[in-house]
């Protein structure tokens, strides 16, 4: 089991940016999916960015695409998410997800649930951000 710690969440204003890190206890991400989900009150938990580590291919929710950015740093085993142009409906707990089998994450993108909350076995706690005027 991977140890996931989200950081970076706070307030900001709308068409702000905010850039979320989560940190895992596994030696190096070299192939494992990673993800950002985001859970707003009332709402069920959504996946907005993937990537699978192996390759570098990355997957966004049509929600986020242009504005959201995924990225890591395998050597520190930090997933990081870039979010800009950010407006009231981004606001949410946002929470880091990854697995580790390369077999499930490949399965995961084939069948086109990359992004799906069942497809992840280790997750954060997660990190709240608001975005208000």
């Known amino acids: 089991q991977v140890q996931l710690a989200e950081s970076g969440g706070g307030s900001v204003q709308p068409g702000g940016s905010v850039r979320l890190s989560c940190t895992g206890s596994k030696k190096t991400f070299s192939r494992d999916c990673l993800a950002w989900f985001r859970q707003a009150p009332g709402k069920e938990r959504e996946g907005v960015a993937a990537m699978f580590t192996g390759d570098g291919t990355k997957y966004y929710a049509d929600s986020v695409k242009g504005r959201f950015t995924i990225s890591v740093d395998s050597v520190e085993s930090t997933v990081y998410l870039q979010m800009d142009s950010l407006d009231s409906e981004d606001s949410a707990k946002y929470y880091c997800?990854?697995?580790?089998?390369?077999?499930?994450?490949?399965?995961?993108?084939?069948?086109?649930?990359?992004?799906?909350?069942?497809?992840?076995?280790?997750w954060g706690q997660g990190t709240q951000v608001i975005v208000s005027a």
């Open positions: 997800a990854v697995q580790t089998s390369a077999t499930r994450c490949k399965e995961a993108i084939d069948t086109g649930g990359v992004l799906e909350t069942s497809k992840y076995w280790d």
